[in-house]
């Protein structure tokens, strides 16, 4: 039989209705609230609190703030005017059965209208995602034509301009060839010319010297042949001898079948890296190192280049996942770009890592409290980020900027500082 929750109390403007209900023990995960603009229940075993509001309000930007043994609820009224009372006055047992209904009915609807808008947004942005997907594969495959088609004329002039090339080198030939066979002709019409003055002068050696301008005109003939034609080229065959393996030592003393075996596992567990990491191809070896990477990221970090050395810290914690200071420092690049639950799973996963708690590593895991505290505080649940500032205090009790701001973080639950 749960409890009825009577010892509450109100106040209101003309705008707002503010409710302070005392719960013992009341956290986030175990109060169950439930409002509609005419209803509001509390259910938060062993306690129950249920009010019928005296006139309607505005659930949608309706506030509830659980701490510190108590619910605070700020409602908006729907219109402006001062309320006699809280409840409905006048209110029976059957009333508020039906009234319970029909928030019940009201809840539903709302439901059932903000799963139809969230699917029907889903929808667009699928449908606008592959539009978008669309458009690129397409400007793609202009620009990859466009380039085959330049290459292919790229190649084509080159072929042309070859051809053209190999056209003038052989005209080229002939000409000088021409020229060639012109002075050749030219001198042998020179010796003629001489053997017949010769022959004129002295008659009796006119036979002699025919004869001899005739041996002469054939020499020469038999010159220009053989410059017009190659010789024939010589047969000829290349031995080749290859050097025979031989092992140092017998056959059945030698270990080539565990070498053979060892550098295919190698084989295997390199191409199985390069396989699981498609961005290890193009990177130096010592860009392979996690320790490398982590230095480059906090290089990045200190120039307030969050992205760069998040992705610095991603390849590092790919090559070895095992780095407790890896996700420490990627969650302090999170907090930095409001990534605020990617800040606490990281934070999280580094105090997983940081076990069993010693002293050497009592500063990570105080950072690692610290940071996951800031990013919940920044997601407005104070209760949980106060834990981890007060965890970060159990490390370093002497630290003062973490007792100022878990200080300040109490004042919040306690609604006596504004949130910053």
Not at 213 to 238: C, M, T, Y
Not at 361 to 370: L, Q, T, Y
Not at 378 to 407: H, M, R
Request: aromatic letters at 6%; charged letters at 35%; glycine letters at 2%.
């Amino acid at each position: 039989m749960p409890l009825q929750v009577s010892d509450y109390s109100w106040q209101q403007t003309k705008v707002a209705v503010f409710i302070s209900v005392p719960l013992r023990g009341v956290c986030v995960r175990d109060a169950d609230v439930f409002c509609t603009e005419n209803y509001l229940k509390v259910n938060c075993p062993p306690f129950l609190f249920e009010v019928f509001l005296y006139a309607p309000i505005d659930d949608e930007s309706s506030k509830a703030k659980i701490g510190n043994d108590a619910i605070v609820f700020t409602l908006y009224k729907k219109e402006a005017a001062m309320w006699e009372t809280l409840s409905m006055s006048g209110v029976d047992k059957e009333m508020m059965q039906r009234i319970r209904e029909k928030s019940i009915l009201q809840a539903q609807e709302r439901a059932k209208e903000a799963t139809e808008a969230k699917a029907a947004a889903r929808r667009e942005d699928q449908k606008y995602t592959l539009n978008v997907m669309m458009k690129i594969e397409e400007e793609e495959r202009k620009k990859i034509e466009h380039m085959k088609e330049n290459e292919r004329i790229k190649a084509t002039k080159e072929l042309e301009a070859w051809k053209e090339h190999q056209r003038k080198a052989e005209q080229q030939k002939g000409i000088q060839r021409e020229e060639k066979l012109h002075q050749q002709e030219k001198q042998i019409e020179e010796e003629k010319k001489k053997i017949k003055h010769k022959s004129l002068t002295r008659n009796s050696a006119s036979r002699n010297l025919a004869t001899k301008g005739r041996s002469s005109e054939n020499i020469f003939f038999d010159k220009l042949k053989e410059d017009s034609i190659p010789a024939p080229r010589s047969v000829g065959s290349i031995k080749i001898n290859f050097t025979p393996r031989v092992f140092p030592t017998a056959l059945r003393e030698s270990q080539v079948a565990e070498e053979e075996e060892w550098l295919h596992k190698q084989a295997e567990a390199r191409r199985a890296m390069n396989t699981d990491i498609p961005e290890l191809y193009d990177l130096k070896e010592e860009e392979k190192n996690p320790e490398w990477l982590k230095d480059k990221g906090n290089k990045l970090f200190a120039t307030e280049n969050y992205l760069a050395a998040i992705n610095a810290y991603n390849l590092a914690i790919r090559l070895n996942n095992k780095i407790p200071v890896l996700y420490l420092n990627r969650a302090a690049c999170h907090l930095k770009l409001k990534n605020l639950h990617k800040a606490i799973e990281d934070s999280s996963k580094a105090l997983e890592l940081l076990t069993p708690p010693v002293a050497d590593n009592a500063n990570a895991r105080m950072k690692a409290h610290v940071r996951r505290g800031t990013a919940f505080c920044q997601l407005e649940l104070y209760i949980e980020g106060l834990q981890d500032y007060e965890a970060a205090l159990k490390i370093d009790p002497s630290n003062k900027i973490v007792q100022n701001d878990a200080e300040k973080i109490r004042n919040i639950i306690q609604g006596t500082e504004l949130k910053s």
